[in-house]
T-cell receptor, first 114, second 112 residues
Framework: EDQVTQSPEALRLQEGESSSLNCSYTVSGLRGLFWYRQDPGKGPEFLFTLYSAGEEKEKERLKATLTKKESFLHITAPKPEDSATYLCAVQAGERGSTLGRLYFGRGTQLTVWP | DAGVIQSPRHEVTEMGQEVTLRCKPISGHDYLFWYRQTMMRGLELLIYFNNNVPIDDSGMPEDRFSAKMPNASFSTLKIQPSEPRDSAVYFC??????????FGSGTQLSVL
């Protein structure tokens, strides 16, 4: 059973058309939720970490939010260079431990056309 | 810092051959992870090390896969014998403590 589910699988936006990507998770003992960007032929690149419900992080046109069961990555007025696959991952583990596996979703492939 | 360095970038081999993938983590990072990425299954954790010691290898598919970390600056993932279903992109990643994960550029493995 998938512990991290991302939707939609693919999203096509016109430049300037804002939208949101969803990441829902079922792990218990959440230690952190991570967003990564992956360009073709490259490894995932870190964007944000969120630790508790209600937390928000922003970077340029991206804003990540977290609730108890899901996270959203909001993209405001996207540009073609925002085209990439966006991956969500959750880390669960015992309290006080820095260990813990990262469970990745399958990603949302975003295409922004001019 | 040069980041996480993986080699080779591409590997094409025939079924039954031994394949060795290499990784140099970022200096000072005490955790090292090996992931496999496919269209069908996404990113899967194979194994991770802490201070060169394997901590969780439950993601290693079968005995054909093995990983070592002889020192803090080098790790290998070996597949012997390789099979076509092992074709995937293999990523190495490292981090310092509980902080963010840095990925290498990956090794694209094709087993014919």
């Amino acid at each position: 059973e998938d512990q991290v589910t991302q939707s939609p699988e693919a999203l096509r936006l016109q430049e300037g058309e804002s939208s949101s990507l969803n990441c829902s998770y079922t792990v218990s003992g959440l230690r952190g939720l991570f967003w990564y960007r992956q360009d073709p032929g490259k490894g995932p690149e870190f964007l944000f970490t969120l630790y508790s419900a209600g937390e928000e992080k922003e970077k340029e046109r991206l804003k990540a939010t977290l609730t108890k069961k899901e996270s959203f990555l909001h993209i405001t007025a996207p540009k073609p260079e925002d085209s990439a696959t966006y991956l969500c991952a959750v880390q669960a583990g015992e309290r006080g431990s820095t260990l813990g596996r990262l469970y990745f979703g399958r990603g949302t492939q975003l295409t922004v056309w001019p | 810092d040069a980041g996480v360095i993986q080699s080779p970038r591409h590997e094409v081999t025939e079924m039954g051959q031994e394949v060795t993938l290499r990784c140099k983590p970022i200096s000072g990072h005490d955790y090292l992870f090996w992931y496999r990425q496919t269209m069908m299954r996404g990113l899967e954790l194979l194994i991770y090390f802490n201070n060169n010691v394997p901590i969780d290898d439950s993601g290693m598919p079968e005995d054909r896969f093995s990983a070592k970390m002889p020192n803090a600056s080098f790790s290998t993932l070996k597949i012997q014998p390789s099979e076509p279903r092992d074709s995937a992109v293999y990523f190495c990643a490292s981090r310092a403590g509980g902080k963010k994960l840095f990925f290498g550029s990956g090794t694209q493995l094709s087993v014919l």
